[in-house]
């Protein structure tokens, strides 16, 4: 059985920073994908980012670009999303997701995801 646990979440002021960790249980990679999702109220779920496991191609979305950066520690079955210069509109609930499928990178922000965490909030104050 697969699981996906995030740690991290928080409150942090405008500017601040960030880091949310998530370990997968139950799932080897390969050649798959693990990443994040995120869910502000009264908003659709958006794709934020996500890693290749085998090569480490990171994809971002535009509105995270250049602030958040993803990591991944291949021994601890965990990705990390830092997030820097956060802003309130980066407020809402952040899901963990991972895929087996060798999916190329420039689809990683379109495709469906197998296996979802219970997501974390994070909540960036003015």
């Known amino acids: 059985q697969v699981h996906l646990v995030e740690t991290g979440g928080g409150s942090v002021q405008a500017g601040g920073s960030l880091r949310l960790s998530c370990t997968a249980s139950g799932l080897t990679f390969g050649r798959g994908t693990m990443g994040w999702f995120r869910q502000a109220p009264g908003k659709e779920r958006e794709f934020v980012g996500a890693i290749k496991w085998l090569t480490g191609v990171t994809v971002f979305s535009n509105s995270v670009k250049g602030r958040f950066f993803i990591s991944k520690d291949n021994d601890k079955n965990t990705v990390s999303l830092q997030m820097n210069s956060l802003k309130p509109e980066d407020t809402a609930v952040y899901y963990c997701?991972?895929?087996?499928?060798?999916?190329?990178?420039?689809?990683?922000?379109?495709?469906?995801?197998?296996?979802w965490g219970q997501g974390t909030q994070v909540t960036v104050s003015s």
């Open positions: 997701v991972a895929d087996r499928g060798s999916t190329p990178s420039q689809h990683l922000a379109n495709m469906p995801y197998d296996y």
